[in-house]
């Protein structure tokens, strides 16, 4: 337990300082943890680190519905996924694509 948005703002921003991270992949199966907590760090930390990277977003278990609309009703553009299969296909699309720009 223990995802609160500040700790999630926290994580990307120690990710975030490690200059070869090209993308966040955030896997979340709440069970402890609650996803609406995790929607509002991952937008928390986005709007204060002005993350230039991909950051796609996997929410699974409590409050997920919350934690979706959080991140669809967002300005940050997060990439969402339903599976992690999906996700780690998207994140993976998500680089190849700033690679090619």
């Known amino acids: 337990g223990g995802a609160s948005p ?3 703002a926290k994580a990307f921003n120690l990710v975030r300082s ?3 991270v090209r993308a966040i992949l955030v896997n979340i199966f709440a069970g402890i943890n609650r ?3 995790v929607a509002e ?3 928390k930390a986005m709007h204060e680190l002005d993350l230039q990277m991909p950051v796609v977003v996997r929410l699974s278990g409590t409050n997920v ?3 979706r609309r959080i991140l669809a009703e967002s300005d940050v553009p997060v990439i969402t996924a339903d599976t992690l299969a999906e996700a780690a296909e998207k994140v993976v699309d998500a680089v190849n694509k ?3 720009a």
């Open 98 to 100: 700033e690679d090619a």
């Open 6 to 8: 500040e700790r999630v």
């Open 41 to 43: 760090g991952v937008v």
């Open 65 to 67: 519905d919350e934690g």
């Open 18 to 20: 490690d200059e070869s």
């Open 35 to 37: 996803c609406d907590w």
